[in-house]
């Protein structure tokens, strides 16, 4: 399926007031990057899907050189390649990749979270209960594009709080290269399993107590069985 890449909500404001200095081509390109890397993160983009130049820049109001720029970080982070007939859009589906991807978040994301745990700051903790709340109070695991965006949401502040920032970045390119396969994952037609989605919200509060707590071994291992866990969640629903 083709995305459209219509930006969520309004278009944004590139249009200035008359006594407003105009936006330059390195904030156009800023504001053309984090809505494709939203699109990517929140499940809006599907292995496949293609991106249009030609589109982002009408839609943005702006010549090709920002998009060209903000499409090229995409791709340089392996969220987005340059196809032989040089149209953009997001890789397919493999599974080694795919294989290969988790097996590095297991690694990285375990050092993550025993990093946060070790950081020893409760309050940081408590808004990853937050975040499980609003996923328990949604309609989790049914609604897609929410499930997909609160579960993203909730590894990036699981990650930002081990305050490493090269360890960040770094997963942070993975989680763009992971996303659409989640999405994919999580958008099959299968049946809905509220048993197992409600065992992994009781999963992340258990890591979230072990980091509120400073148990640094016990959210390295939390964090890791979670993602065993879900990982083959969603081999299942991709018939893997």
Same mark, same amino acid.
């Given at each position: 399926?083709?995305?459209?890449?219509?930006?969520?909500?309004?278009?944004?404001?590139?249009?200035?007031?008359?006594?407003?200095?105009?936006?330059?081509?390195?904030?156009?390109?800023?504001?053309?990057?984090?809505?494709?890397?939203?699109?990517?993160?929140?499940?809006?983009?599907?292995?496949?899907?293609?991106?249009?130049?030609?589109?982002?820049?009408?839609?943005?109001?702006?010549?090709?050189?920002?998009?060209?720029?903000? *499409?090229? @970080? =995409?791709?340089?982070?392996? !969220?987005?390649?340059?196809?032989?007939?040089? /149209?953009?859009?997001? %890789?397919?589906?493999?599974?080694?990749?795919?294989?290969?991807?988790?097996?590095?978040?297991?690694?990285?994301?375990?050092?993550?979270?025993?990093?946060?745990?070790?950081?020893?700051?409760?309050?940081?903790?408590?808004?990853?209960?937050?975040?499980?709340?609003?996923?328990?109070?949604?309609?989790?695991?049914?609604?897609?594009?929410?499930?997909?965006?609160?579960?993203?949401?909730?590894?990036?502040?699981?990650?930002?709080?081990?305050?490493?920032?090269?360890?960040?970045?770094? *997963?942070? @390119? =993975?989680?763009?290269?992971? !996303?659409?396969?989640?999405?994919?994952?999580? /958008?099959?037609?299968? %049946?809905?399993?509220?048993?197992?989605?409600?065992?992994?919200?009781?999963?992340?509060?258990?890591?979230?107590?072990?980091?509120?707590?400073?148990?640094?071994?016990?959210?390295?291992?939390?964090?890791?069985?979670?993602?065993?866990?879900?990982?083959?969640?969603?081999?299942?629903?991709?018939?893997?």
């Amino acid at each position: 399926m083709t995305a459209l890449l219509q930006p969520a909500g309004q278009p944004p404001a590139v249009v200035e007031q008359a006594d407003a200095a105009p936006a330059d081509e390195s904030t156009l390109g800023q504001q053309v990057y984090l809505d494709l890397e939203m699109r990517i993160i929140s499940g809006q983009l599907l292995p496949g899907d293609k991106v249009s130049l030609r589109k982002l820049a009408t839609t943005f109001q702006t010549s090709m050189q920002p998009v060209r720029e903000a *499409v090229g @970080r =995409l791709v340089a982070a392996s !969220a987005l390649e340059v196809t032989q007939s040089r /149209s953009i859009r997001v %890789p397919l589906i493999e599974r080694p990749i795919i294989d290969e991807i988790w097996s590095t978040r297991l690694l990285l994301e375990g050092e993550a979270a025993a990093r946060f745990a070790a950081r020893n700051v409760p309050e940081e903790a408590r808004a990853l209960f937050a975040k499980t709340r609003a996923m328990r109070s949604s309609r989790f695991g049914i609604d897609f594009h929410p499930t997909v965006l609160g579960l993203m949401e909730w590894n990036r502040r699981l990650l930002e709080g081990s305050a490493a920032p090269i360890l960040i970045d770094i *997963v942070h @390119r =993975l989680h763009l290269r992971y !996303a659409p396969f989640l999405a994919l994952a999580m /958008s099959v037609d299968q %049946p809905h399993d509220p048993e197992f989605l409600q065992f992994t919200l009781h999963m992340q509060d258990e890591l979230g107590l072990a980091i509120e707590t400073g148990d640094v071994a016990a959210a390295r291992h939390l964090r890791c069985a979670d993602m065993r866990s879900f990982q083959r969640y969603l081999y299942r629903r991709m018939g893997w």
